[in-house]
């Protein structure tokens, strides 16, 4: 069963950062786009950013671009996302995904941004 494993959640104050990596099996992660979708309460699950096999394209949503950035280390097959000036609206659980050739997810983790 192949596993994404993440880390790197938890509870900020409202400006501050986190950063979140995501490890997966290597063949899974030099075959797949990466990224980074969330989830709030009554909310539907969103894009957040995704970074492309070789890292050399990523996107984001429009509400992240200039806080928000992706990045891989093919080396540690671990993606990260880097994330600054958090907001509240932040608030929500981040779930790492592998897709493409495959379609997996991790098990998601829990960033709360305070005001």
């Known amino acids: 069963q192949v596993q994404l494993v993440e880390s790197g959640g938890g509870l900020v104050p409202a400006g501050g950062s986190l950063r979140l990596s995501c490890a997966a099996p290597?063949?899974?992660?030099?075959?797949?786009?990466m990224g980074w979708y969330r989830q709030a309460p009554g909310n539907q699950r969103e894009l957040v950013a995704g970074?492309?096999?070789?890292?050399?394209?990523?996107n984001y949503a429009d509400s992240v671009k200039g806080r928000f950035t992706i990045s891989r280390d093919n080396a540690k097959n671990t993606v990260y996302l880097q994330m600054n000036s958090l907001k509240p609206e932040d608030t929500a659980v981040y779930y790492c995904?592998?897709?493409?050739?495959?379609?997996?997810w991790g098990q998601g983790t829990q960033v709360t941004v305070s005001s």
């Open positions: 995904r592998a897709w493409g050739r495959d379609n997996y």
């Open positions: 290597g063949s899974v992660f030099s075959s797949n786009v």
């Open positions: 970074i492309i096999p070789n890292g050399g394209a990523t």
